[in-house]
């Protein structure tokens, strides 16, 4: 099992090191070695969740395709500059905000410019709401109705009776006031601007120049509006059918009556809101396939395929031996598990791999499933190493210099804004379900 387990392990290693598509293909790759080389029997690969994940891409590339996103980012510009002093308050939460109702973190690289720029202009540290701003991007993947993790979520929890209202109900406030409180801390991180070294260095040398950065906004506002209310009205649909199972649509079996399965609810919403979309605003299917968030979509797609399809072939050929070795810890710590998520995502660099590769671990040792929604926000780790995409984008897009990589890698701009996020949003989610 240790032998199967370091394949594993490098196979994760190797492909994070690789990104885009790099984890999902290295996840077949060692599902390779634990099939043909340790015998193992492979388990199903995890069709439901990524036909959601695609579904979801698909309504939200048709909206960035519209001009939507564009429209939003205007909108967040101007809420920016009307209140300057209060912009790493508010950042984080127009970065939240985005994520929560696209159901993708990388919606935030629209918006990450107009932050660092707007901070910029008043004197503001940009590393202050940079920082949160990624952070509560991050966050919200695991409070979006119609994120790839959430999604993937309810899929393993739905037979225990587990409805979306459940998930939402915990991970929502807690995520929310872990952003909130870890924006207040952000708001005394570092030297004020005018007075941090790396600024004035770089504006003795000439390498800053103030310079007015506005967001484009969308071509056509009619289309983009369009294009938003549609997909909100999807995502409004997908939490109502999620929350009421009554309205879900019944049909008579030979078996008896069956209920319409939730992943089918969001797939057939998603897909008709894309469709709707590209109908309504006349915009070119071709189009929605070349913004940022189609590929990043697929990217998490390929990745859930290989990584999950390996971790669920790894855990279950070994179900026994795992179980004996860890059941009486977990049993009494259960919030020992939330540790292996952070640290699990912090090698997946995603949420939803590491929901599908560890969740049903977790399921099996016979932890609770309102232990496991509050323990959700764990999987929010791969702010820990500063390489992944946002975060690297936030640190270009910071010209003062001030957000940046520590001298010793881990002591960067974003790491204690996503530990107290983190930490704040698990334990106010474990408290939480002592009540619910």
């Known amino acids: 099992m240790l032998l199967q387990l370091l394949f594993v392990?490098?196979?994760?290693?190797?492909?994070?090191?690789?990104?885009?598509?790099?984890?999902?293909?290295?996840?077949?790759?060692?599902?390779?070695?634990?099939?043909?080389?340790?015998?193992?029997?492979?388990?199903?690969?995890?069709?439901?969740?990524?036909?959601?994940?695609?579904?979801?891409?698909?309504?939200a590339s048709c909206m960035q395709a519209a001009g939507g996103l564009d429209l939003m980012v205007k909108w967040a510009e101007r809420l920016l500059r009307k209140n300057p002093k209060y912009i790493t308050i508010l950042s984080p939460l127009v970065t939240y905000l985005f994520t929560f109702v696209a159901g993708t973190?990388?919606?935030?690289?629209?918006?990450?410019?107009?932050?660092?720029?707007?901070?910029?202009?008043?004197?503001?540290?940009?590393?202050?709401?940079?920082?949160?701003?990624?952070?509560?991007?991050?966050?919200?993947?695991?409070?979006?109705?119609?994120?790839?993790?959430?999604?993937?979520?309810?899929?393993?929890?739905?037979?225990?009776?587990?409805?979306?209202?459940?998930?939402?109900?915990?991970?929502?406030?807690?995520?929310?006031?872990?952003?909130?409180?870890?924006?207040?801390?952000?708001?005394?991180?570092?030297?004020?601007?005018?007075?941090?070294?790396?600024?004035?260095?770089?504006?003795?040398?000439?390498?800053?120049?103030?310079?007015?950065?506005?967001?484009?906004?969308?071509?056509?506002?009619?289309?983009?509006?369009?294009s938003i209310v549609i997909f909100l009205a999807a995502t409004a649909g997908v939490v109502l059918f999620g929350s009421v199972e009554s309205l879900r649509p019944a049909f008579a079996t030979a078996g008896g009556t069956v209920q319409m399965e939730m992943s089918h609810i969001i797939e057939i919403f998603m897909l008709s809101a894309a469709a709707?979309?590209?109908?309504?605003?006349?915009?070119?299917?071709?189009?929605?396939?070349?913004?940022?968030?189609?590929?990043?979509?697929?990217?998490?797609?390929?990745?859930?395929f290989g990584i999950a399809w390996m971790g669920d072939t790894f855990i279950a050929g070994n179900m026994a031996e795992l179980k004996g070795a860890i059941e009486s810890i977990v049993t009494d710590m259960p919030w020992l598990f939330g540790i292996s998520l952070f640290v699990m995502s912090i090698l997946l660099f995603s949420q939803a791999a590491t929901i599908r590769a560890l969740l049903p671990l977790g399921i099996a040792l016979g932890i609770s499933p309102y232990m496991l929604i509050a323990m959700f926000?764990?999987?929010?780790?791969?702010?820990?190493?500063?390489?992944?995409?946002?975060?690297?984008?936030?640190?270009?897009?910071?010209?003062?210099?001030?957000?940046?990589?520590g001298k010793y890698l881990l002591n960067h701009s974003f790491m204690m804004p996503g530990l107290i996020a983190t930490a704040i949003s698990v334990g106010l989610g474990l408290i939480a379900v002592q009540f619910l």
């Open 9 to 59: 392990i490098i196979a994760i290693i190797i492909g994070a090191r690789i990104g885009g598509i790099g984890l999902g293909v290295l996840g077949g790759a060692g599902l390779a070695i634990l099939t043909f080389g340790f015998g193992l029997q492979p388990t199903s690969p995890p069709v439901d969740v990524m036909l959601m994940i695609a579904a979801v891409i698909a309504a």
């Open 105 to 226: 973190g990388h919606v935030a690289y629209s918006v990450l410019p107009v932050i660092a720029e707007v901070a910029a202009e008043t004197k503001v540290r940009p590393e202050r709401p940079l920082s949160i701003a990624v952070i509560a991007s991050q966050q919200a993947i695991t409070a979006s109705p119609i994120s790839a993790a959430t999604v993937a979520m309810l899929s393993l929890l739905a037979p225990f009776g587990i409805t979306l209202i459940d998930i939402m109900a915990i991970s929502v406030p807690c995520t929310l006031i872990g952003v909130v409180i870890a924006a207040i801390y952000s708001m005394h991180t570092g030297k004020e601007l005018e007075k941090d070294p790396e600024y004035i260095r770089r504006l003795a040398s000439g390498e800053y120049k103030s310079l007015h950065y506005e967001a484009k906004g969308a071509d056509n506002s009619r289309k983009a509006v369009i």
């Open 276 to 304: 709707l979309i590209l109908l309504a605003t006349k915009t070119d299917g071709i189009k929605a396939t070349q913004g940022s968030v189609f590929p990043a979509g697929m990217q998490a797609v390929i990745a859930i």
């Open 377 to 405: 926000p764990a999987v929010n780790g791969y702010f820990f190493l500063p390489n992944y995409p946002t975060v690297v984008a936030a640190i270009n897009f910071d010209r003062t210099g001030t957000t940046r990589i």
